[in-house]
Every structure is written in C-alpha cells, then in structure tokens.
C-alpha cells in the first residue's frame, strides 16, 4: 500500500504571508511528486511538479522535495485570498512503472483571510 | 478541443437502480481513470485503464465496474446503487509513460445522490 499523507487542516493565514503545505510519502522509490489545487465544486488543476531533490519555483510558488526523508511541501508566498483552496499532493510510483497511476493525499484546505 | 468530459453532471438515483457515468478525452491519451471523492477521504481510485483494451481495479473498486470502450471513451457503471456510493466522481485521463512528469487532466465531475 503506497501511503501519501497530508495535513487535514483547515490551515488559515492572513493575506500576504507564506503557506506552507506539507506531504509525506511511504514509498522510497516514489519517482515524482505533483501538487493540485481544487476549488470548492470544481476538479482538480495541476499547479507543480517535482522529481528532483531541491526546490522548485513557479511564479508565488515553490515545491520542496526531499526523497531521504520522504517528504514534499508547497510554499506559497504573497498569499491570496484566491488561494483558498485544498490542495492535493499526488506521488507517482517509482521507475518501471507504464501505468501513469498518481496516489493522491486526502488533501490540506487553505484559507487565507484578507 | 475539449479535455475530459462527463455526463451527466448531477444525477439522483433510488437504491438498487442502475446507471452509467460517460467520461472521454479528446486529448489521445493512453490512460484512464476513475476515482470518487467523498469530504474528507480525498480522492480514491476505483477503477482505471492503463490502455485500451485493459482495465484494472482500485482502492474501491466493490459495486462498480467499467468499460474501456475504444481509447477516447471509459464508462462506470453502478449495478446496483447504495446509498454508500452518494459521492462526487470525477474521470481523469494521462500518458502512460515512464517519464516523471506524468500529469492527469480531470473531467468537471458528476454529482451522484443515492436515496
């Protein structure tokens, strides 16, 4: 059973400060590591994408990967309240794998208060 | 060009009816999917299909089964439906491939209630 755990939450920050989201993973050979956000009512987006151990930035956010410890994260930096969202961290299986199969976290609901 | 689309949107069923849910791609993707979200139990896979011609179980898959009926198309079909499986469904569809980036585009979802 691959386990992809997130915290529930619901994690609540003022505008303009960082969110930080955490993931962690069971699988060590886990190859890669997405982030979606999904409004209320609506399906899931893809917002990042990491395979590689380090950072990784896109614009407000980035995406912290660290395989020895098995553990993924999303900063969000200026945060909007736009962003009030749930956010699901997803882990594809390690290499061999054809099957493009995601196991999806249950998924951590941000607020951010103006 | 479209994405991934399910039909219907909102359905209301009474226990023990049948129904099938509609999801294709026009995106000419290898892999398909199923999954349900219930509040608080994220998103749990029931049924996917790595190619056409093949389909495979998931975390939840009792009291479901699908059709993989050409490579745009997957359905799930409830045989019987149970309260227990009022829920939101959403389809989604990838590559198949062994390259990390691997991204899954999601249909807008189906509202079932189960009386």
């Known amino acids: 059973q691959k386990e992809v755990e997130q915290n529930s939450g619901p994690l609540s920050v003022p505008e303009g400060a960082i969110a930080s989201l955490n993931c962690t993973y069971s699988d060590r050979g886990s190859q890669s590591f997405f982030w979606y956000r999904q409004y209320s009512g609506k399906s899931p987006e893809l917002i990042m994408f990491i395979y590689s151990n380090g950072d990784k930035e896109d614009g407000r956010f980035t995406a912290q990967l660290n395989k020895a410890s098995q553990y993924v994260s999303l900063l969000i930096r200026d945060s909007q309240p736009s962003d009030s969202a749930t956010y699901l961290c997803a882990v594809k299986p390690g290499r061999g794998s054809t099957l493009g199969r995601l196991y999806f976290g249950r998924g951590t609901q941000l607020t951010v208060w103006p | 060009n479209a994405g991934v689309t399910q039909t219907p949107k909102f359905q209301v069923l009474k226990t023990g009816q049948s129904m099938t849910l509609q999801c294709a791609q026009d995106m000419n993707h290898n892999s398909m999917y199923w999954y349900r979200q219930d509040p608080g139990m994220g998103l749990r896979l029931i049924y996917y299909s790595a190619s056409e011609g093949t389909t495979d179980k998931g975390e939840v898959p009792n009291g479901y089964n699908v059709s993989r009926l050409n490579k745009r198309e997957f359905s799930l079909r409830l045989e019987s439906a149970a309260p227990s499986q009022t829920s939101v469904y959403f389809c989604?569809?990838?590559?198949?491939?062994?390259?990390?980036?691997?991204?899954?585009?999601f249909g807008p979802g189906t509202r079932l209630t189960v009386l």
């Open positions: 989604a569809s990838s590559e198949a491939s062994q390259h990390p980036y691997n991204e899954q585009f």
